[in-house]
T-cell receptor, first 116, second 113 residues
């Protein structure tokens, strides 16, 4: 099976712009989660989608949003970019066949976003 | 609230020496615990996980971890480190519902020859 893929791998944007990142989970996986990784804050959970519904949400402002499509692919959007949004954004998918907790998550390589 | 503490930011070991990376968690119920490894510029790879049962779990690449409820710890060990083990290691705790993970700050492992 192909792993989790994320596109694009690198992005450079300027303050005030918006950006959309894409994640394709492993085939058959229903849960997709997004994390932000920065040197200062480490790995922080953004949100999780399961069967096209947001199931969990982290403590990020409303500028961060996401969605999941019927084929489980997910996108996250950041509007009105700030310098502090520069980070590695990681997507993880999980099979989660029963919708319960504690499933193994498989991470993609990430999208490196730089905001100038 | 859940939290994970990795007290060591950097660790340096000699190739062939044993390794122990520390992880302490705070969680109200029985935790789901994970260790991930991240090489530079890469995503996270799962080394091992603990959900229940035997408190000593084996993972990939010769790693193991022991869950100690009394100490709220889940330390990662390897008997003999290889140069290719140099990377950053993250301990994480899972939720009661869904797949949200709370990560520790990470430990950077350097291996000297």
């Amino acid at each position: 099976k192909a792993g989790v893929t994320q596109t694009p791998r690198y992005l450079i944007k300027t303050r005030g712009q918006q950006v959309t990142l894409s994640c394709s989970p492993i085939s058959g996986h229903r849960s997709v989660s997004w994390y932000q990784q920065t040197p200062g804050q480490g790995l922080q959970f953004l949100f999780e989608y399961f069967s096209e519904t947001q199931r969990n949400k982290g403590n990020f402002p409303g500028r961060f949003s996401g969605r999941q499509f019927s084929n489980s692919r997910s996108e996250m959007n950041v509007s009105t970019l700030e310098l502090g949004d520069s980070a590695l954004y990681l997507c993880a998918s999980s099979p989660d066949p029963s919708g319960q907790a504690g499933n193994e998550q498989f991470f993609g390589p990430g999208t490196r976003l730089t905001v100038l | 609230a859940q939290s994970v503490t990795q007290p060591d930011i950097h660790i340096t070991v000699s190739e062939g020496a044993s390794l122990e990376l520390r992880c302490n968690y705070s969680y109200g119920a029985t935790p789901y615990l994970f260790w991930y490894v991240q090489s530079p510029g890469q995503g996270l790879q799962l080394l091992l996980k603990y959900f229940s049962g035997d408190t000593l779990v084996q993972g990939i690449k010769g790693f193991e971890a022991e869950f100690k409820r009394s100490q709220s710890s889940f330390n990662l060990r390897k008997p003999s480190v290889h140069w290719s083990d140099a990377a950053e290691y993250f301990c994480a705790v899972g939720p009661e519902y869904g797949n949200k993970l709370v990560f520790g700050a990470g430990t950077i492992l350097r291996v000297k020859s």
